[in-house]
């Protein structure tokens, strides 16, 4: 269907696209009128602002201003959307290339104290190109097959230039340098938290909402329970689940022996179990809703058992309802994983508040860009798997 932003031929009709205008305008103004780069002589000082031009050699700077010059127009007009995504990713891409180069340029040789971070306008613009690209990729609506490509490709450059040591100037690798030997521990540690807890709601919370869902009483006593869980604030939680969780260790034969204590890995599974279980329900119960009454009706009238009907038709047609509930809880639960390391529970949040106990912005990003770049990863591929399984479903409708 054409709309007054296509002409008869179906291209974009000239003019000034008003999003791409607003990402244009906050990318100029952050390159322009804000720091690029900071320099500090270690960790905890205070630091040195510098524009793009002071903290870029000459040539990477002109270079930069020279694609986003080219760039911005592009995203401003209403331009095709593959010509909109090669505008931001070369801007994105220019800027991940001048943190690196701005690191390189700044830093003395032999400095193991100095540190450069990237400011204010790298932060914005990056951020902004990242919303820019997510626009254009939306206009482009790829399929689930090639946007878990993009995602591949995206992880597989990122390896790469962390591998090749490109950024390692950059503080926050430095951070990484002096703990290389406890970050991967803690990765590890905050993804089983975040899927182990998704994993056992999904395990309880669907069986429990299929067998609620007929029974209005139950169904109504089932939501509102989890509705109460859920306005708990999350470090509150944490804290009131400490004292059970060490009368539990101390007194049950065994309990100790798994793991369970009021301090470590048990508060934080429990509490983020729980408030996992809310949306795994909800959605499960929203989707068996869904389910057409004629494709119900057709499989009693074709013999199929109470059973039969819940496991072959009513939760495969309700899968993609499912994954969506799934994938909230579960990108929410990697966010949450941090406070895991304000109860002993280990995470990326053990290094986020070192970070912030010691003033050291630096470590606490240590933490925050994985939980970041690990929650963005699965939001992509479970909405990937989400579009496959609603194509499998439609199948299901005659």
Do not use: C, K
């Amino acid at each position: 269907m054409r709309t007054g932003l296509l002409s008869a031929t179906g291209r974009p009709r000239p003019g000034v696209d008003p999003l791409g205008a607003a990402f244009a305008a906050v990318l100029g103004v952050s390159l322009l009128a804000l720091p690029l780069m900071t320099t500090r002589p270690n960790r905890i000082a205070a630091g040195t602002a510098l524009s793009a031009w002071s903290a870029l050699p000459t040539g990477a700077a002109l270079l930069l201003g020279g694609v986003v010059a080219l760039a911005l127009p592009l995203l401003a007009l209403r331009s095709a959307p593959l010509l909109r995504l090669a505008a931001a990713s070369a801007i994105l891409l220019l800027l991940g290339l001048a943190a690196g180069w701005a690191a390189d340029h700044l830093t003395a040789p032999g400095d193991r104290y100095g540190r450069v971070s990237p400011d204010a306008g790298w932060w914005l613009a990056s951020g902004t190109a990242a919303l820019a690209v997510g626009d254009a990729l939306a206009r482009m609506r790829p399929g689930p097959i090639p946007r878990i490509a993009l995602l591949a490709l995206l992880v597989a450059a990122t390896g790469l230039a962390l591998r090749t040591g490109f950024w390692d100037n950059l503080s926050v690798l430095r951070e990484y340098a002096g703990r290389s030997d406890t970050f991967g521990r803690e990765l590890r540690t905050h993804a089983a938290l975040a899927l182990s807890s998704v994993a056992a709601a999904a395990l309880i919370g669907i069986p429990a909402a299929a067998l609620a869902r007929p029974v209005p009483p139950l169904r109504a006593g089932l939501l509102t329970g989890l509705n109460v869980v859920q306005t708990v604030p999350s470090m509150a939680l944490f804290g009131m689940l400490i004292a059970p969780l060490a009368w539990i260790g101390r007194e049950v034969p065994g309990a100790s022996a798994l793991g369970i204590a009021g301090i470590g890995a048990a508060p934080a599974f429990v509490a983020l179990f729980a408030y996992a279980l809310l949306p795994v329900a909800a959605a499960t119960v929203a989707g068996l809703d869904a389910v057409p009454g004629p494709v119900r009706d057709a499989a009693r009238g074709v013999g199929m058992t109470q059973r039969q009907r819940l496991f072959q038709v009513d939760l495969p047609l309700a899968l993609p309802a499912i994954l969506t509930g799934i994938r909230i809880v579960l990108v929410q639960n990697i966010g949450l994983a941090v406070i895991a390391g304000l109860v002993g529970g280990g995470g990326l949040g053990v290094f986020v508040f070192q970070g912030i106990s010691q003033n050291a912005g630096d470590l606490v990003l240590l933490g925050a860009l994985p939980t970041v770049a690990l929650a963005t990863g699965a939001a992509v591929l479970l909405d990937a798997v989400i579009d496959l399984s609603r194509g499998r479903a439609a199948e299901r409708i005659p």
